[in-house]
């Protein structure tokens, strides 16, 4: 079976971490069309619940049973968690793990690995042979019911991922699509100790700022 499908086809998507972003993703992705399976949280009444409230064909299970058949997974934990969720899926290998972690000390108050290094490269030598995927961390989960909506319109917010495995970007990008951004390929898994300092002045911007945390951006070339 291809890696790559066509945009209207159905993909299994595991989500480990059920939280803001992980329910919300996973919600969005089930109205999309895809396959969900909610795991990862403290209660299994929540995750029953966010199966329910997707509306589409999602179901709760364990980790493991959330990356079994998964065509991808969405990892989407605190960093302080990952090595419990990571053990709880199982193995990984071969999986594209699309991760909006952000490697983010225990208040959340700063990155704990930057400039030399990334989150979505150290978790990647967690699981080598996964093929990882960095997206989704760049905006708040307060904006994505708000960009799926608006998907139907001209001039979608952007959002950048990355990675090292071409057709794990491709599936990416559809899902990115499917949301509703506009994907932008920033290169391989090493542009995360970029992306990821972004994402906190997007962070800085939504949680620090006067206008509320529903915000996405665009980028615009001139000159073309
Ligand atoms: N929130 C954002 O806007 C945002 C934006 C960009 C990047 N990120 C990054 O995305 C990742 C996820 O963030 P988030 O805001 O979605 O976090 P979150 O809301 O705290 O979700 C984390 C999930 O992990 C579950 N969990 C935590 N401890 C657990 C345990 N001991 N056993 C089982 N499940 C447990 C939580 O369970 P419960 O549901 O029971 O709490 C929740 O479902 C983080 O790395 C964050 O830095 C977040």
Redesign the pocket.
Known sequence: MPLVREREDTMRIGIL???????KLGTLFARAGHEVVFS????DQ?LKTLAREAKGKAKHGTPAEAAQDADAVLL????S?ID??LNQAGDLSGKVVIT???P?NDN?TELVVAYTSSGAEELAKKIPKAKIVLA???????VLFSVYEAKRKANRPSLVYCGDDRKAKELAAVLISDVGFDPVDAGPLQIARYIEPF?MLI?QLAYEGEEGPELAYRFERFGK
């Open positions: 971490g059920s939280g803001l972003m992980g329910g990862y949280a403290r209660s929540k989407a934990v605190h960093w968690r419990d969720v909006c972690c952000l983010m959340d989704f961390n760049t905006v708040p989960s307060e994402a962070g």
